[in-house]
Nanobody, 117 residues
Framework: QVQLVESGGGLVQPGGSLRLSCVAS????????MGWYRQAPGKQRELVAT???????NYAGSVKVRFTISRDNARNTVYLQMNSLKPADAAVYYC???????????WGKGTRVTVSS
């Protein structure tokens, strides 16, 4: 069972930055599409960004340019650098590992981001 552990959330003022980290308990990045999702209170969970094994990335339109997903294969870690944060970015952010072939999808427990002055 792969475990994903997120960290890096917290309280930040509008316009500020945070970097989220997600550490996988096993070396899975070559077999999984890694992604970040978020869920704000009263809203559905939504895709924020994904990163393929070949380092191709995809972003939700609302975070493009401001957020950057990256991965460190040696550390089994995927990052989400978030700049120019807005109150609308406040949510619990979840790390996701989605297999390219048959297998389980894994989720972390989430890390909370609060954007407020």
């Amino acid at each position: 069972q792969v475990q994903l552990v997120e960290s890096g959330g917290g309280l930040v003022q509008p316009g500020g930055s945070l970097r989220l980290s997600c550490v996988a308990s096993e070396s899975i990045f070559n077999s999984y599409l890694m992604g970040w999702y978020r869920q704000a209170p009263g809203k559905q969970r939504e895709l924020v960004a994904t990163s393929t094994a070949g380092n191709a990335t995809n972003y939700a339109g609302s975070v493009k340019v401001r957020f950057t997903i990256s991965r460190d294969n040696a550390r089994n870690t995927v990052y989400l650098q978030m700049n120019s944060l807005k109150p609308a970015d406040a949510a619990v952010y979840y790390c996701n590992a989605n297999p390219y072939n048959d297998g389980m999808t894994y989720w972390g427990k989430g890390t909370r981001v609060t954007v407020s002055s």
